[in-house]
């Protein structure tokens, strides 16, 4: 299994950014994805994760900022992020997960600040 995520960088507070998550070699329509973060001394905390099914969740600090979505045509899961705040900033990892079955993908930066 391999999951590629990609979109991240260094944007200004209030800003957006979209992260992908491409996957490959699993049956991606059968997972659970999920987007997580590491900030610096900080432990990964689950940010949004989206059902087989297509239902979401998130974590309360970003309702209405951050959108999980995905593309089963296309074997991947999206985190659309907007007003974005300095405390977002960490490392993102894409997690596939079915049962106890759960891959990790490598994290992506995401920096804010002005």
């Known amino acids: 299994v391999q999951l590629q995520a990609s979109g991240g960088g260094l944007v200004q507070p209030g800003g957006s950014l979209r992260l992908s998550c491409a996957a490959s070699r699993l049956t991606f329509s059968i997972y659970a994805m999920g987007w997580y973060r590491q900030a610096p001394g900080k432990q990964r905390e689950l940010v949004a994760d989206?059902?087989?099914?297509?239902?979401?969740n998130y974590v309360d600090s970003v309702k209405g900022r951050f959108t999980i979505s995905r593309d089963n045509a296309e074997n991947t899961v999206y985190l659309q992020m907007n007003s974005l705040k300095p405390e977002d900033t960490a490392v993102y990892y894409c997690?596939?997960?079915?049962?106890?079955?759960?891959?990790w993908g490598q994290g992506t930066q995401v920096t804010v600040s002005s």
């Open positions: 997690n596939a997960r079915i049962g106890r079955l759960t891959h």
């Open positions: 989206i059902t087989s099914g297509g239902s979401t």
